[in-house]
Structures are given as structure tokens and as C-alpha cells.
């Protein structure tokens, strides 16, 4: 038991008719860990979170999350946030509370609720009438209550103000324990630079780099922005 | 997991119906009230828009809760709130479950509100005799109890919109297969779907008729005259069918959302 990994993906392909998409991907992930998801826009990032998170099919490939298929357990286990709001905008953000209450045993009301205080967000208002940044805020809110083994959020500073994107990834920083990882897609390297153990760089649907972060930058002698500048130069 | 899919499911369904039920109610109260007093044009003229309310809210009834079962299947499944759906921790059985109950439920609220507001709207013991009259004539016609008459017609009506709505859902399904035009292949699969289901129905019904000649007379145009035994058993078989391919056309729609979706 000691030796499964966290999340394990073995030859995962992705197509849409005859595009592909994602093109014979590898990797696992240990516990503990911060992983950059690092690409250009299109680059297959939001695909491979997708698959993850049971939104996409795979062509081929398989996933294993604590060495089981991707379903219920799986789900139990990964607390995502998407590069969209996702929740119903007919609900009070009371009432989206409960809806995390009832379907995940992990999920820390009281956590929510003072982390919604501290981003000014007051709990019996309806989504409606919030601006996109401010659902974005209430998302994050909801997905870093839960107690879960892996966070997996995709742009979560996308959205939001540069006030504001600190004390996100303080969010982050300070509210998933040690044994969870927690692997963020972004392409504002710069802003999350600091806070990542591990990165991988995809590019065309291919994983082309996998590296602990501090490795790189000392071999590289150089910040992971400029890395991912020098690689991906136009 | 199915009770807490199926609680937000009717949340969502009950915040958007309610409007048209409480209408409904509304406008046959206040047309039962103008048919009460003193009769004079203007009274009349809004005796006769409040009617036309009152039907209009009952179509809507029968409208939202088809097209209303549909968006939230559609949403839910394939749009932005897909995101929270598919990654709650509940298995595709019980998503589709719920959506199923929900459906059930509120074809059969809209039902008794439409049944309620007609009898506000028309209740008297003249119009009452009227009624039973023309439905005993027919049942005497067709040697059949009243009861049993006006139960399976409804059963089989509820029935029939019940099997068009799930052909939509699995018409959405197979649309969002695709990965372009998913909205107008929903369309084009639910509607060919829609019209396979009426097709098998009739066809059983004739292969059933091909055993009973009574059922074979209501196939053959020559005969004017309903028998009494074939139009009983028409309106049991034909509820007995729609069972069968409601149950099977689930399977289906389960077994396909199971094999994964790829929502946009």
C-alpha cells in the first residue's frame, strides 16, 4: 500500500474524431506534493484535468487514482476546480454549501464559512447576482473546505484580481494537509512559481518535462517563468 | 446517493414549476369567481381572457414540464454545471435515476394540477352530469366500468409523454456523442427515437392482433364499429408496451451514459 501512488496515469490518449488531443501520456504523482501543470493555451492541460476528473472519455489509457479507476471512490478522494463557474446560478451560496454538506463527507462547513468572511462574500447571497470573479471566489472557497487527497485546479487565478490571487494561493498554501497533492494548471507561472514542489510542462498533448521544481531551477539556473519563456518561445 | 441527487433535482424543477401551478390555480379561481356574479360585458370580456389564461397556463404546465426536464438534463449532464454533476461522488445510475423520478413526478404533479384547475374552473352538478353522462355512454358502448375507463385513458396519456420525454433524454445522450452540432442531433435523435418507440408500440399491437381478431379489427379500416373487448385490451397493451420500452429505452440511456461522457 505504502508504494501506490497518488495519481497514476499510464498511456492515456485523447482524441476528438481524428484531432488528437492528448498523445501517450505517463505520469504519477505522490502524496504531498504541489505540481505545476504547465502549458500554452491549447496545449492539452484542461484536456488531461478533464480526463481526470471523469468530464472526458479517454481514446485509450488508463487512469488510476489511489489504484483505482476513475468513479465514486475516485471522486471522494479529488476536490477539482474547474476553469468555469459550475454552479447552478439559481442558488444562494448557502445553499451551495449544503449541497458540498451533503455530498462530500470531507467537506468542512465551518472552514467555508470563514473563508467566504475573509474574501467579503456574503453567504446568503444568490449567485445571480455575483460577478463572475466573485463565483470564481465562492468555487475556490467550496473546493478548498474539503479534506480531500488531491486538489486539482485548473486556472484558479485566472478570474481573479492580482489583490486577490495571493491570497489564493495562500488559500491553497494553508489549507491542504501534508499527505494531499495538489496540482495546479496555469499559464501565470509567475505568480505560482513560489509555491511549486513539482512541474510538468506539456505542450501539443505531450508531456515534455517532468521535474521537481527546485532541481530545475538549479540545474536551469533560472526561474520556471523563464524556463517555460525559453521553451515555449514563439 | 440517488435520495440527495434527486432532492436538488425536484429543488430545481419546483422553483421553476411553481410559477405556472400557483397561475394555474389563479386564473381558475378568478374564472370561477367571474362565472359566479352578475353577468354584464365587461365582466364577460374578463370571464374570457381569464379563461384563456387558465388553458394556457395548463398547456404551459405540460410544455415546461417537458422542456424544463429537458434543459435540466441537459445542463446537468453536458453544459457548465456538468463540472459539478460529474464529479459529485455518485454513480451515472443514480444521476439518471433521479432525473427519471424527477420527470415521473412532476408529469404527475402537473396532472392534478391541471385535473384541479379544470374542476375549479367548470365544477357544477349540470357540468357534472354532463361529463359522466357523455363517459358512461361511451363506457356502456364499450361494456367497460367508468373507473377503469378513465384511469387507463390517463394512464396511457401520462404514459405516452412520460416515453417522449425519456426519448429526449436519450436523444441528448447520443447528440452529445458527437462532438459538433450535439443540439441538432439531440433533436434529430430524440425525434427518431420518439417515432421508433410509437412504431414498436403499434407494431406489437398488430402482431398481438394477428392472435386476437377483435384487436386485428381496429387495423382494418373497413370495420366502423369498436369492439368493446379489443378497445379494453388496446388501452392495457398499449399501457403494458409503453412500460416495457420505458424500462428498456433506460437500460439503454444508462448503459450508454456509463460507457463516459464528453461534455464541452
Request: net charge positive.
Amino acid at each position: 500500500m505504502s508504494n501506490m501512488k497518488l495519481l497514476e496515469i499510464k498511456k492515456l490518449n485523447k482524441s476528438f474524431d481524428d484531432k488528437k488531443i492528448l498523445t501517450d501520456i505517463n505520469l504519477s504523482l505522490s502524496s504531498g506534493k504541489i505540481v505545476g501543470l504547465l502549458g500554452k493555451n491549447g496545449a492539452g492541460k484542461s484536456t488531461l484535468i478533464k480526463l481526470i476528473n471523469d468530464l472526458l472519455t479517454p481514446s485509450s489509457g488508463e487512469i488510476l487514482v489511489n489504484g483505482e479507476k476513475i468513479g465514486v471512490e475516485s471522486k471522494k478522494v479529488i476536490s477539482y476546480l474547474p476553469e468555469r463557474t459550475y454552479l447552478n446560478k439559481q442558488m444562494k451560496v448557502s445553499e451551495v454549501i449544503e449541497l458540498f454538506k451533503d455530498f462530500y463527507q470531507d467537506f468542512d462547513e465551518e472552514k467555508a464559512i470563514k473563508l467566504l468572511k475573509d474574501l467579503d462574500l456574503d453567504i446568503n447571497q444568490s449567485l445571480t447576482k455575483m460577478s463572475k470573479g466573485m463565483q470564481e471566489k465562492v468555487q475556490l472557497v467550496l473546493v478548498m473546505s474539503r479534506k480531500a487527497d488531491l486538489y486539482i485546479l485548473d486556472e484558479p487565478l485566472g478570474g481573479v484580481d492580482p489583490a486577490t490571487r495571493d491570497y489564493i494561493l495562500d488559500t491553497i498554501l494553508s489549507n491542504f494537509n501534508e499527505n494531499a497533492s495538489v496540482i495546479i494548471s496555469t499559464h501565470l507561472i509567475s505568480d505560482i512559481e513560489r509555491i511549486l514542489d513539482e512541474v510538468i510542462f506539456i505542450d501539443k498533448g505531450k508531456i515534455i518535462l517532468q521535474s521537481d521544481a527546485d532541481k530545475l531551477r538549479n540545474k536551469e539556473k533560472s526561474s520556471i517563468d523563464e524556463i517555460f519563456r525559453r521553451m515555449f518561445k514563439c | 446517493m440517488l435520495g440527495k441527487v434527486l432532492k436538488y433535482d425536484l429543488k430545481y424543477m419546483i422553483k421553476n414549476m411553481r410559477v405556472f401551478y400557483i397561475l394555474s390555480i389563479f386564473f381558475a379561481i378568478t374564472t370561477r369567481i367571474l362565472f359566479e356574479v352578475e353577468q354584464s360585458v365587461i365582466i364577460n370580456i374578463i370571464g374570457q381572457i381569464s379563461v384563456g389564461c387558465m388553458i394556457a397556463m395548463l398547456a404551459n404546465i405540460l410544455i415546461n414540464t417537458m422542456t424544463r426536464s429537458w434543459v435540466r438534463f441537459s445542463s446537468s449532464l453536458y453544459k457548465d454545471e456538468s463540472y459539478l454533476t460529474h464529479t459529485l461522488p455518485v454513480t451515472k445510475n443514480d444521476i439518471y435515476n433521479s432525473k427519471l423520478i424527477q420527470t415521473f413526478l412532476f408529469l404527475f404533479i402537473g396532472f392534478v394540477v391541471i385535473l384541479i384547475s379544470l374542476f375549479i374552473t367548470y365544477y357544477s352538478k349540470e357540468n357534472w352530469q354532463v361529463i359522466t353522462n357523455i363517459v358512461k355512454n361511451i363506457t356502456i358502448g364499450l361494456n367497460m366500468n367508468t373507473i377503469f375507463f378513465v384511469t387507463m385513458f390517463l394512464i396511457v396519456v401520462f404514459l405516452e409523454i412520460f416515453n417522449a420525454i425519456q426519448c429526449g433524454f436519450y436523444g441528448i445522450i447520443l447528440g452529445n456523442r458527437k462532438n459538433n452540432k450535439k443540439i441538432g442531433y439531440s433533436v434529430l435523435f430524440g425525434f427518431i427515437l420518439y417515432l421508433v418507440s410509437q412504431t414498436i408500440v403499434l407494431s406489437l399491437i398488430f402482431v398481438y392482433g394477428l392472435f386476437d381478431s377483435s384487436v386485428m379489427g381496429l387495423f382494418q379500416t373497413e370495420t366502423v364499429s369498436i369492439d368493446a373487448n379489443a378497445f379494453k385490451i388496446l388501452l392495457v397493451l398499449t399501457s403494458l408496451l409503453y412500460v416495457i420500452i420505458i424500462y428498456c429505452m433506460s437500460m439503454l440511456c444508462k448503459r450508454t451514459l456509463n460507457k463516459g461522457v464528453n461534455v464541452e
